[in-house]
Nanobody, 126 residues
Framework: QVQLVESGGGLVQAGGSLKLSCAASGGTFSAYGMAWFRQVSGKEREFVAAISSTSSGGSTYYVDFVKGRFTISRDNAENTVALQMNSLKPEDTAVYYC?????????????????WGQGTQVTVSS
């Protein structure tokens, strides 16, 4: 059983930066596709960024509205995946979730993921 624990959320002013981290335990982290999703209350969970497993090339994927601002990365030695968020906007306010899937090739769709963290709140003030 894989457990995912996010950290790094908080309150930041518009234009600021935050770095989210997700620590994984159990399973073979390097084989998993990893992703970040976010959710605003009353709305569907939406894809933010993903990174494939090392054996699948470690490719990264981003939703259009974060391209150039957010960077996803993984450290297989530490079993962590990070999301560096720069130039934050009030519309980035959400609960951010870390997710893992076992094929190594991440999906844009939340239902493709096998494991989820508990989420971390990011609030961007204007």
């Amino acid at each position: 059983q894989v457990q995912l624990v996010e950290s790094g959320g908080g309150l930041v002013q518009a234009g600021g930066s935050l770095k989210l981290s997700c620590a994984a335990s159990g399973g073979t982290f390097s084989a998993y596709g990893m992703a970040w999703f976010r959710q605003v209350s009353g709305k569907e969970r939406e894809f933010v960024a993903a990174i494939s497993s090392t054996s699948s090339g470690g490719s990264t994927y981003y939703v259009d509205f974060v391209k150039g601002r957010f960077t996803i990365s993984r450290d297989n030695a530490e079993n962590t995946v990070a999301l560096q968020m720069n130039s934050l906007k009030p519309e980035d306010t959400a609960v951010y979730y870390c997710a893992a899937e076992r094929t190594g090739r991440p999906s844009l769709y939340h239902y493709a993921y096998d494991y989820w963290g508990q989420g971390t709140q990011v609030t961007v003030s204007s």
